[in-house]
């Protein structure tokens, strides 16, 4: 759901940006569950690789 803005969102989230904030203004789709979780498993998968 969130791959094509991938780089978008991990930008505003290491600037410390809220994901509430990412979501209604700069994706203005998704849920804070569903982003959390997303940001949570694609960190993961960096630090493995």
Same mark, same amino acid.
């Given at each position: 759901? #969130?791959?094509?803005?991938?780089e978008?969102?991990? @930008?505003? /989230? ?5 994901? @509430? &904030?990412?979501? *209604?203004? @700069?994706?203005? #789709?998704g849920? /804070?569950? *569903?982003?959390? %979780? /997303?940001?949570?498993?694609? %960190?993961? &998968?960096? *630090?493995?690789?």
């Amino acid at each position: 759901m #969130y791959d094509n803005e991938q780089e978008k969102i991990f @930008h505003l /989230y290491k600037l410390g940006m809220p994901l @509430h &904030k990412i979501i *209604s203004t @700069h994706l203005e #789709y998704g849920k /804070y569950l *569903s982003l959390k %979780e /997303y940001i949570e498993k694609r %960190e993961a &998968k960096i *630090s493995i690789s």
